[in-house]
């Protein structure tokens, strides 16, 4: 059976969005390529040194992955039609993650009880990304 990761796109703030990533989810940031560091430095386009090309973030059930969108390759359009969804075991810990990716974005749906869990919240961060969090998993 594959594995299904996350690959998300960012307009130039790759790299401060990840290391934000890194302390709000208590990851494990394990890669951050720039374009200037990468094997195809030569073939990128001018100015674009400083963009990240991957980056990898590992998190105890999963992998978050991403890259700054290329310039000339393709327009970079924002995140939309989607929510990265976290589920954490215990309603305290969603709700601590929950309120450091809400800093300084925006809420959509404050934590609280719904009938599939004790915890559950809808917010886009400061970096534009959507996310919905769960915890404390309820039987229905």
């Not at 990533?21 to 990468?38: F, I, P, V």
Request: charged share 20%; aromatic share 10%; with cysteine.
């Amino acid at each position: 059976m594959p594995q299904l990761n996350a690959y998300i796109t960012f307009n130039g703030q790759c790299a401060e969005a990840m290391q934000f990533y890194e302390t709000a989810l208590d990851g494990k940031l394990e890669a951050m390529m720039k374009n200037a560091q990468s094997p195809m430095a030569d073939q990128v386009p001018p100015g674009s040194g400083d963009l990240v090309m991957h980056a990898k973030l590992a998190l105890d059930n999963g992998v978050l992955m991403a890259s700054d969108a290329m310039p000339g390759c393709m327009p970079y359009e924002g995140m939309k039609g989607f929510a990265l969804t976290l589920t954490y075991d215990d309603a305290s810990q969603a709700r601590d993650v929950f309120t450091r990716l809400a800093e300084g974005g925006t809420v959509y749906m404050p934590m609280e009880s719904t009938f599939w869990a004790d915890a559950f919240g809808m917010l886009v961060d400061r970096y534009g990304t959507p996310w919905s969090v769960n915890g404390g998993m309820k039987e229905f």
